[in-house]
């Protein structure tokens, strides 16, 4: 079964860090661009960064500087570490596909960034 499952998600101070991760199983990972997305209530689900299969790196300007994403292709793994969270960091962060397929959104991992 195609799946990406991401992790790593909490509540943490602004000026903190986390470090997200997102698994994924039943796909060809290594061959796929993959991105990190965020959504708070009421809002469209948003890019943050994203990283081809040769680990080129893109980033929306509000990650830009601050978050950095990198994959692990032996465990089938993307990470986003994030740096220096700012309040307005906080929704749900999802991993999947770039472009995104609707089959692989799942629960995605809460992020709350306290002021």
């Known amino acids: 079964q195609e799946r990406l499952v991401e992790s790593g998600g909490g509540l943490v101070q602004a000026g903190g860090s986390l470090r997200l991760s997102c698994t994924a199983s039943?796909?060809?990972?290594?061959?796929?661009?993959l991105g990190w997305y965020r959504q708070t209530p009421g809002m469209r689900r948003e890019f943050v960064a994203r990283?081809?299969?040769?680990?080129?790196?893109n980033y929306a300007d509000s990650a830009a500087g601050r978050f950095t994403i990198s994959r692990d292709n032996a465990t089938n793994t993307i990470h986003l570490q994030m740096n220096n969270l700012k309040p307005e960091d906080t929704a749900v962060y999802y991993c999947n596909t770039w472009a995104p397929l609707d089959r692989f959104w799942g629960q995605g991992t809460q992020v709350t960034v306290s002021s």
């Open positions: 039943g796909i060809v990972f290594s061959r796929l661009t």
């Open positions: 990283i081809t299969r040769i680990g080129s790196a």
